[in-house]
């Protein structure tokens, strides 16, 4: 399929409201498919964007867009752009310099499912957090189904992947930042603590937690109390449940 061989050396964002964003953001797109007819409700604004920035944009029958699609939820429309790029963990402190700000990391450590990842870095987005550091073994990379499940966040927030987290809490450390990691055995409830100096937050993955090393290696170790049967939050509410504190104390 000649759409498929195009494609073959590039990310593609699927579904309206991402590729919104996508356009609104000013990055790069190479190519936006739409799918024949539809000329209705946000498509014509995605259309009318594209045009104004004079991107190529191909009308596709449904059934090939269907076969194009990696979320399977393309509602339309789908936009191929360059493979993403993450930043150095130097570059998301020297955007909390330049905002004047403490900074504001999350450093997920195992988090394997894309979904989870695209919730936390939508919420991440919404937080004010200034980046967030993945490894580059154990976790989900940013693909299509992370960004449409992020509704388009991952065009504004910078995601770093660095080989090994401990080194990486040792480079923060030096900088000044501390390092609280979530785990349900922590010495104190989550809102009992500072968050207004910088600060990384470390989440676990879905099914094990924080690694051994990583969670020697935190300055602090916090929980979220839990009232039910269940004994532990998705790892994507665990995490908006800190974004939401540290946002909360810092507006103060």
């Known amino acids: 399929m000649k759409e498929q061989e195009e494609n073959k050396y590039n ?4 579904g309206r409201n991402s590729v919104i964003e996508l356009l609104k953001s000013g990055k790069d797109i190479n190519k936006l498919y739409i799918q024949k007819g539809e000329r209705h409700g946000s498509i014509i604004e995605i259309v009318k964007i594209a045009k104004e920035n004079k991107i190529v944009i191909s009308e596709l029958e449904k059934a090939k ?3 194009m699609s990696q979320t399977h939820n393309h509602q339309g429309v789908i936009a191929t752009i360059p493979p993403y790029e993450y930043c150095d963990v130097e570059d998301i402190i020297e955007l909390a310099k330049m905002k ?5 990391i999350l450093i997920l450590d195992g988090i394997e499912d ?3 990842l695209g919730s936390i870095i939508r919420t991440a ?3 004010g957090v200034h980046g967030i550091i993945i490894p580059k073994r154990r976790s989900a990379l940013v693909n299509s189904t992370v960004n449409k499940t992020s509704a388009g966040a991952v065009q504004y927030v910078k995601i770093a992947r ?3 987290i401990n080194e990486t809490i040792k480079y923060l450390k030096d900088n000044n930042i501390w390092i609280y990691g979530t785990d349900m055995n922590g010495t104190s409830y989550y809102d009992e603590q500072d ?4 600060v990384a937050i470390v989440i676990g993955s879905e099914g094990f937690g924080i690694n051994r090393l990583v969670k020697e290696n935190c300055d602090f170790l916090v929980k979220i109390p839990m009232k039910g049967k269940i004994s532990s939050l998705n790892a ?3 995490a908006g449940v800190l974004m939401y504190e540290i946002m909360k104390q810092r507006r103060k």
Do not use: R
Not at 100 to 104: A, D, H, S, V
């Open 125 to 127: 987005e919404c937080t």
């Open 11 to 14: 990310d593609q964002i699927e």
């Open 236 to 238: 994507s509410v665990s």
């Open 100 to 104: 004047k700000e403490e900074p504001f």
């Open 195 to 198: 968050y207004k100096g910088g």
């Open 65 to 67: 867009l269907d076969k």
């Open 162 to 164: 660095v080989n090994n």
């Open 114 to 116: 894309p979904h989870n």
